[in-house]
């Protein structure tokens, strides 16, 4: 699905806010992130209702700020059962932050992909969730946390070929 303010959604000023300085874009994209993650429940109705989706299978996959998009709509959606976050953050510095329900986490597949040297999504978040969510479940195999090391957000044609077969092997294992 396109991302609120992008494709066909697209805002006429979005060049514009996302060349703006660093913490407005940074905003702007959780803002964004926060609206698409919000339109999540209404998408799957849509597809289980339409006979595209198992409403007991539902995934999703998203990166960047579909990264972002996807730790959220772990938490507003309850039918998801797998997710991939590629180069997003749990992590949010205002509003109602993902990493704020954990809990919501625990009833997912959650594979988890960041950059080492990612200066515009740093890894921190991802990471601190992932050791968090081990902790209330030692032994766990629904949670996996991937860091591509030496890599930046702009990352090289192996490191997407790595984070593919990642994905690809973590939505095999989890189609339940």
Known sequence: MDAAGHGERRLPDLRERIDAPREQALRTMLELAERTAADVPAVVRALVHEGAAD???VAVVGISMGGYVVYR???VEPSIR???AILGSPEWPEGDSPHHHREAFHRVALLSVTAENDENVPPA???ALHRALAADAPGSDRHRYVELPGAQ???SEDDW????DETLRWLALHDR
């Open 161 to 164: 070929r790595t984070t593919l």
């Open 82 to 84: 797998a997710a991939v």
């Open 55 to 57: 409403p007991g299978r």
């Open 73 to 75: 709509a772990v938490v």
């Open 153 to 155: 957000h702009l990352m």
């Open 125 to 127: 978040g991802a990471r």
